[in-house]
């Protein structure tokens, strides 16, 4: 019986011994091992800050040509202007989208309006249809409101817009919303960054709201392929 005691007991202490060495074994490191493993944790640390960089440059970039888009100036391209609408409208037949991009095209020529601005707040306002007839009795692909802009246009001095041909005429609405907007654009950029979502209202909180639905279709516009959304920061 102490045969087995003594057997049991020798067993343990070897254990113990022995888990005691590989503890030792392991905190022990040479000088040249310590290095490697100081390198390896260094180079680790130095890649995942790399990463994170890389992956914030990136979402930075994004960020800034998206929220710097409206800016971007585009040449007077009707075909340009097109594929823009094939974006927020891929539904629209082409021969109709180029039809109304070279009415954009004309429009902006005369008055210096950003033509994704323009593409924007159409496809916002009526998309695209030229038949929309809003609830406070806007009309045209531009959704002018007659009554309103029509007191400003005399206020100004110029001469009122021509009811039928802003219902009928596509050319001739399109020109007129661009000098609409270059109205608002004068008026309201220096103070403004999104002066163009006055287009709708100049109370903060409807303004607000359509500037959202504006950014919708400049994320789409700013992402798109086929369109060079490379842009240089705005001054």
Same mark, same amino acid.
């Given at each position: 019986?102490? *045969?087995?005691?003594?057997?049991?007991?020798?067993?343990?202490?070897? %254990?113990?011994?022995?888990?005691?060495?590989? &503890?030792?074994? %392991?905190?022990?490191?040479? /000088?040249?091992?310590? @290095?490697?493993?100081?390198?390896?944790?260094?180079?680790?640390?130095?890649?995942?800050?790399?990463?994170?960089?890389?992956?914030?440059?990136?979402?930075?970039?994004?960020?800034?040509?998206?929220?710097?888009? =409206?800016?971007?100036? *585009? /040449?007077?391209?009707? &075909?340009?202007?097109?594929?823009? #609408?094939?974006?927020?409208?891929?539904?629209?037949?082409? @021969?109709?989208?180029? #039809?109304? %991009?070279?009415?954009?095209?004309?429009?902006?020529?005369?008055?210096?309006?950003?033509? &994704?601005?323009?593409? $924007?707040?159409?496809?916002?306002?009526? =998309?695209?249809?030229?038949? @929309?007839?809003?609830?406070?009795?806007?009309?045209?692909? $531009?959704?002018?409101?007659?009554?309103?802009?029509?007191?400003?246009?005399?206020?100004?001095?110029? /001469? /009122?817009?021509?009811?039928?041909?802003?219902?009928?005429?596509?050319? !001739?609405?399109?020109?007129?919303? $661009?000098?609409?907007?270059?109205?608002?654009?004068?008026?309201?950029?220096?103070?403004?960054?999104?002066? *163009?979502?006055?287009?709708?209202?100049?109370?903060?909180? !409807?303004?607000?709201? *359509?500037?959202?639905?504006?950014?919708?279709?400049?994320?789409?516009?700013?992402?798109?392929?086929?369109? =060079?959304?490379? #842009?240089?920061?705005?001054?």
């Amino acid at each position: 019986m102490r *045969y087995f005691k003594f057997k049991l007991f020798s067993r343990l202490t070897l %254990a113990v011994l022995a888990i005691l060495f590989l &503890q030792s074994c %392991a905190s022990f490191r040479s /000088p040249h091992t310590k @290095k490697v493993i100081a390198k390896k944790d260094s180079l680790h640390s130095s890649a995942s800050k790399d990463i994170v960089k890389t992956k914030s440059n990136v979402k930075t970039r994004l960020a800034l040509t998206i929220d710097n888009f =409206d800016r971007k100036s *585009y /040449p007077n391209d009707a &075909q340009i202007i097109s594929k823009m #609408i094939a974006v927020v409208q891929p539904e629209l037949l082409q @021969k109709e989208r180029n #039809i109304i %991009a070279s009415h954009i095209s004309k429009a902006i020529k005369t008055y210096k309006v950003e033509p &994704q601005i323009m593409v $924007a707040i159409i496809d916002t306002e009526s =998309d695209f249809n030229p038949k @929309k007839v809003s609830t406070t009795g806007d009309i045209s692909l $531009a959704q002018i409101n007659l009554g309103v802009w029509n007191k400003e246009f005399i206020r100004m001095k110029k /001469p /009122p817009m021509n009811v039928h041909k802003v219902r009928h005429d596509q050319e !001739y609405a399109l020109l007129k919303m $661009a000098e609409i907007l270059c109205i608002i654009k004068k008026r309201y950029e220096k103070k403004d960054r999104r002066w *163009y979502a006055r287009y709708h209202s100049n109370t903060n909180k !409807y303004k607000n709201e *359509y500037l959202h639905k504006l950014e919708i279709r400049m994320k789409l516009l700013a992402n798109a392929r086929g369109l =060079d959304t490379r #842009i240089a920061l705005a001054n």
